[in-house]
C-alpha cells in the first residue's frame, strides 16, 4: 500500500500526560496501555470512533447547511474521494489511540445509481478499509447499514408498507453483514432508523412490527448461512426521526424480542441520549438490560436537558459515567462490545483540532469513571448496603418467596399469628449521594 499524506498536520499521536499537565492535547486519565487486573486500559474500555460523526458529520443542522469543511472531502470521483477520508480516518484512529471503530454502509461509500453499483463500490472501500485495518491494527466494532437517509426510506424500511422497500432493505443489509463479516466486525447493529411511525391514521401498527419481526429472523438466518459470529445489537430510540420508534426503550426492545422468539440472537447496544429521550436515565438503561443478560454495547454521548432532540454531545458529565459504569462492571461488563463514540461537534466547532479535543473529554471522562466505579464497586459500600436492604428475603419467609415456595393463605397466616406490622427503614437515599460524592471528590 503506497504511503498517505498526512491528513492531520501538526497534531501528534495523544499522549497520557495524567491529571496535572496543562497540555490539552493530552489524556488525564485514559493511559491505553496501564494494566488494571492483567488487561490494559484499551482492552478493558475498547473506545471505538463513529465513522458517520467523525468523518461525515459537516455540522449541518435543519436551519443551515453544514460549517465544517475537512480538506479531504474536495474532489470530483466519489469514491476516491471515500478512500481519502478513509486514510484520513485512520490517521485520527491512530493519533486518538482508539483500537475500534463502527461505520454504516453510506459513510464509507456512496450510494450508487444501482443497488449493484452501490455494492460495488462499498467492495472497493472495504477492501481498503482492510487494508488500513492491517496497516494499523485497528478493529472493526460493529457495522451496520443506513436505512434511514434515502428518500426510498421515507416510511421506513422492514416497516415500510411498501413490500419492496422491504425487499431493498433486505438485500443492503445482506451486503452490509458481508462487508462487516469481512472486515472482521466484532458486532452488527440495528438501530430503527424510520421503523415507527408518524400517524396512526395510515399505519397498520401490528403488521408493521410483524415486518420488522420477520427482517430481523431472515437477517439471523442469514448471517447464520455466512458464518457470521458477531453479537446482533438492538439500538432502542424513542422518537426522532419518526415520532414513535418501535425499539422505544430497552424494556420494549426485551418484550418485542421475546414476543417474536428472537431474544436469543440479540443484545442491547445503549446509547445515553437515546436513554434520556425516553425519559430514563443512561444508568437505567443498562440495569434493565443487564438484569435480562442482554447488555451488549454502549453509544457513548449525552444530550442536553434544555433540548428535547437528540444532540449527540460528547459526554463529560463523570457522576452519570461513574454510575453507568458501577451498573456495566456489575453485570460483568460488555463482552464483545465496547464504548462508541456516537457523539458529534457542535456546528462553529470547525478546526480537526476540535475532533481531537471532543474525543480526549469523552475518552478521559469515561476512563475516570472506570476507576471510580472501579474503587467503589472494590470497597463494596454500597453493594452491602443494598444486601442489608433485602436481606428479609435471604432466609424464612423471605426466602420462600423468592424460590415461590409459599402463598398467598400462607402468608396472610404468618401476618395474623406471627408478624404483626412492619417497622418501616429509612432508605438513606441522601447519606448514599453524599458517599458517593465522596468518591468523585477524591475519597
Ligand atoms: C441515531 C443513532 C445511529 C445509530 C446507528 O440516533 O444513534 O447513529 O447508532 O445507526
Ligand atoms: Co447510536
Redesign the pocket.
Known amino acids: 500500500m503506497k504511503k498517505s499524506r498526512i491528513h492531520f498536520p501538526g497534531i501528534a499521536t495523544v499522549a497520557y500526560e495524567g491529571p496535572r499537565t496543562d497540555n490539552a492535547l493530552a489524556f488525564r486519565h485514559y493511559d491505553p496501555t496501564e494494566v488494571i487486573d492483567g488487561r490494559t486500559m484499551a482492552e478493558h474500555l475498547r473506545f471505538s470512533i463513529a465513522y458517520w460523526h467523525a468523518f461525515r458529520g459537516t455540522g449541518a443542522d435543519p436551519f443551515g447547511p453544514g460549517t465544517i469543511v475537512r480538506p479531504w472531502e474536495s474532489g470530483r470521483d466519489p469514491v476516491s474521494v471515500a478512500r481519502t477520508r478513509m486514510d484520513a480516518a485512520f490517521e485520527f484512529f491512530q493519533k486518538i489511540r482508539a483500537p475500534f471503530y463502527c461505520f454504516h454502509d453510506r459513510d464509507i461509500a456512496p450510494e450508487g445509481r444501482t443497488l449493484a453499483e452501490s455494492n460495488k463500490f462499498l467492495d472497493a472501500i472495504a477492501a481498503h478499509a482492510w487494508d488500513l485495518q492491517q496497516a494499523t491494527g485497528v478493529k472493526l466494532l460493529w457495522g451496520t447499514a443506513n436505512l434511514f437517509s434515502h428518500p426510498r426510506y421515507l416510511a421506513g424500511a422492514s416497516t415500510n408498507p411498501d413490500a419492496h422497500v422491504f425487499a431493498y432493505a433486505a438485500a443492503q443489509v445482506k451486503k452490509a453483514l458481508e462487508i462487516t463479516k469481512q472486515l472482521g466486525g466484532e458486532n452488527y447493529v440495528f ?1 430503527g432508523g424510520r421503523e415507527g411511525y408518524e400517524t396512526l391514521l395510515n399505519t397498520n401498527l401490528k403488521r408493521e412490527q410483524d415486518h420488522l419481526a420477520a427482517f430481523l429472523h431472515m437477517a439471523v438466518d442469514y448471517a447464520k448461512s455466512i458464518g457470521f459470529k458477531g453479537q446482533f445489537l438492538i ?1 432502542p430510540k424513542p422518537k426522532e426521526p419518526t415520532k414513535h420508534q418501535y425499539d422505544f426503550d430497552v424494556a420494549s426492545g426485551i418484550a418485542f424480542l421475546r414476543t417474536y422468539g428472537l431474544e436469543s440472537h440479540f443484545k442491547f447496544n445503549i ?1 445515553t441520549n437515546h436513554a434520556t429521550l425516553a425519559g430514563h436515565t443512561f444508568q437505567h438503561e443498562i440495569e434493565v438490560a443487564a438484569a435480562a443478560g442482554m447488555l451488549g454495547s454502549i ?1 457513548a454521548n449525552a444530550g442536553d436537558l434544555l433540548l428535547g432532540w437528540d444532540t449527540d454531545q460528547f459526554n463529560t458529565d463523570v457522576r452519570e459515567l461513574t454510575l453507568a459504569m458501577i451498573s456495566i462492571l456489575r453485570a460483568g461488563g460488555l463482552g464483545s462490545g465496547g464504548f462508541n463514540f ?1 457523539a458529534k461537534l457542535r456546528r462553529p466547532s470547525i478546526d480537526p483540532e476540535d475532533l481531537f479535543h471532543a474525543h480526549i473529554g469523552g475518552m478521559d471522562a469515561y476512563a475516570l469513571a472506570f476507576k471510580l466505579a472501579r474503587r467503589i464497586l472494590a470497597d463494596g459500600k454500597f453493594e452491602q448496603f443494598v444486601a442489608e436492604r433485602y436481606a428479609s428475603y435471604d432466609s424464612g419467609f423471605g426466602r420462600a418467596i423468592e424460590t415461590r415456595r409459599t402463598n398467598f393463605r400462607q402468608l396472610e397466616k404468618l401476618v395474623l399469628t406471627q408478624l404483626g406490622e412492619p417497622t418501616p427503614r429509612s432508605g438513606r437515599q441522601e447519606y448514599l449521594e453524599n458517599l458517593l460524592m465522596s468518591y468523585l471528590h477524591g475519597r
Request: hydrophobic share 20%; charged share 80%; net charge negative.
Open positions: 438501530w439500538e446509547e453509544d456516537d
